[in-house]
């Protein structure tokens, strides 16, 4: 086994969590290595709807500190949508009112009551980040190799045999047998890719006598239709009938996308968790383990903030 590299730091995990945390790290200067089982391409991260949101996501104050964080880097990210893969999209979050989001509201520009025509229902109107994820993938990775840091395909089956003084874990779903952590399971999500019908507005609407969300997110080349919440589901092989019912809820709210020529259907499993773990852990050799996994569908939202609690707290272990 390769002898532990005291100034080094080796990140676990190529998802948007993993990267970002990567990317924080080495343009601080640190070295950086990320182990990836598969490429970033190939991971949650990349299938995800990734509207910024503060979704279903403990514990609360931390996450929304979190969230506000990533918000601001986004906005930043913004400028340059086609280099970056983020940009700030007009929108209606549906059954959704003001009286019910905490403090963190005043901070998200544009965020207002829909009116009736905007909505059929209590809903909100906002201008969020949504990002173009495999763009936006490929931006975290270059901004990574750009400040010195390397990309490993090499999957991991014992923290104690990576070769790092310290290590950061970001494996998500993959910490339910890598810790273990039993705590951590997968929702299964299912989206259906279609040709944009001129749809500009992101839009997702919560029926919670069904159990279903739907949504509808405009990117520059096409539209994302979803979704799914399967609780414990570890298929990700895409089924045609829930396929066809998501088109058929996203028509309902959106005619224009009835008839939309398909281009692909997506799965990805969530690592949702019922509260994120973002700790340091010594292991019995004395070498640290930052832990930053279980964000659930959050994980674009929350991405920068953890990133920069994470890399604190290899800072701090790094000082000891």
Same mark, same amino acid.
């Given at each position: ?66 969230? *506000? ?8 990210? %913004? $400028? /340059? &949508? ?6 700030? =999209? #007009? ?81 998500? *779903? ?8 039993? %705590? $951590? /399971? &997968? ?6 890719? =279609? #040709? ?81 773990? *973002? ?9 640290? $383990? ?31």
């Amino acid at each position: 086994m390769e002898q532990p590299g005291n100034d080094e730091v080796i990140v676990v995990g190529s998802g948007v969590v993993g990267l970002t945390t990567a990317v924080v790290l080495a343009e601080a200067g640190r070295r950086v290595r990320v182990w990836t089982r598969e490429p970033a391409e190939r991971t949650t991260s990349a299938v995800a709807g990734a509207l910024w949101w503060p979704y279903r996501i403990e514990p609360k104050a931390r996450a929304r500190a979190w969230a *506000l964080t990533s918000l601001t880097v986004y906005e930043e990210l %913004a $400028v /340059r &949508p086609a280099e970056t893969g983020v940009r700030v =999209v #007009e929108g209606v979050m549906g059954e959704t009112r003001l009286d019910e989001l905490g403090d963190w509201a005043a901070r998200v520009p544009g965020l207002r009551t829909a009116t009736a025509e905007e909505y059929p229902g209590t809903a909100l109107w906002a201008r969020l980040p949504l990002i173009d994820m495999p763009v936006h993938l490929r931006l975290l990775q270059d901004r990574l190799l750009g400040a010195g840091g390397t990309i490993e395909e090499r999957e991991v089956r014992d923290l104690s045999e990576v070769p790092a003084a310290i290590v950061v874990n970001c494996t998500g *779903l993959g910490a339910r047998s890598l810790v273990p952590d039993p %705590a $951590v /399971r &997968p929702v299964r999500g299912q989206l259906v890719i =279609v #040709e944009n019908p001129r749809v500009r507005d992101w839009l997702v609407s919560t029926d919670p006598a069904a159990g279903t969300t739907t949504y509808v997110f405009p990117q520059p080349d096409r539209l994302v239709l979803g979704g799914t919440t399967d609780e414990d589901d570890w298929s990700r092989e895409p089924d045609p009938e829930v396929a066809a019912a998501i088109v058929e809820r996203c028509a309902a709210l959106r005619p224009e996308v009835a008839g939309a020529r398909v281009l692909d259907h997506r799965v990805g499993l969530r690592p949702v968790r019922e509260a994120v773990r *973002l700790e340091r852990e010594v292991l019995p050799d004395g070498r640290v $383990v930052v832990h930053n996994y279980g964000h659930g569908g959050a994980g674009v939202t929350v991405a920068w903030g953890c990133a920069r609690e994470a890399a604190g707290l290899v800072g701090a272990a790094a000082s000891r």
